[in-house]
């Protein structure tokens, strides 16, 4: 079975860091494209992040020269770097990958981890 399981949130002051990881475990044969998503409440999930399997990478315009995306693949984890915190950062962030994995037949699957939290206090 396959799962993603992120980590590295929690509750930052305005201005600050930190790093999420999610990492890919079962049995799979290739990841494809990686993203980040996060959902505040009240609002609808949005697109953070993306980065395809050989690096090429894009990013919501409200967190362009903030945030970076990146990727182990011999790890099989994303990571987001998050840099300059705003209030408005605050979410559940989730990541998402297609992945290369086998239920009746091999073929690629999107999965997506349980989300972590990112607090951004002012």
């Known amino acids: 079975q396959v799962q993603l399981v992120e980590s590295g949130g929690g509750l930052v002051q305005a201005g600050g860091s930190l790093r999420l990881s999610c990492a890919a475990s079962g049995s799979f044969s290739s990841i494809g494209t990686m993203s980040w998503y996060r959902q505040a409440p009240g609002k609808e999930r949005e697109f953070v992040a993306t980065?395809?399997?050989?690096?090429?990478?894009n990013y919501v315009d409200s967190v362009k020269g903030r945030f970076t995306i990146s990727r182990d693949n011999l790890k099989k984890t994303m990571y987001l770097q998050m840099n300059s915190l705003k209030p408005e950062d605050t979410a559940v962030y989730s990541c998402y990958a297609e992945i290369r994995s086998y239920g009746s037949s091999w073929r690629w699957r999107d999965y997506w981890g349980q989300g972590t939290q990112v607090t951004v206090s002012s």
């Open positions: 980065i395809t399997s050989t690096s090429s990478v």
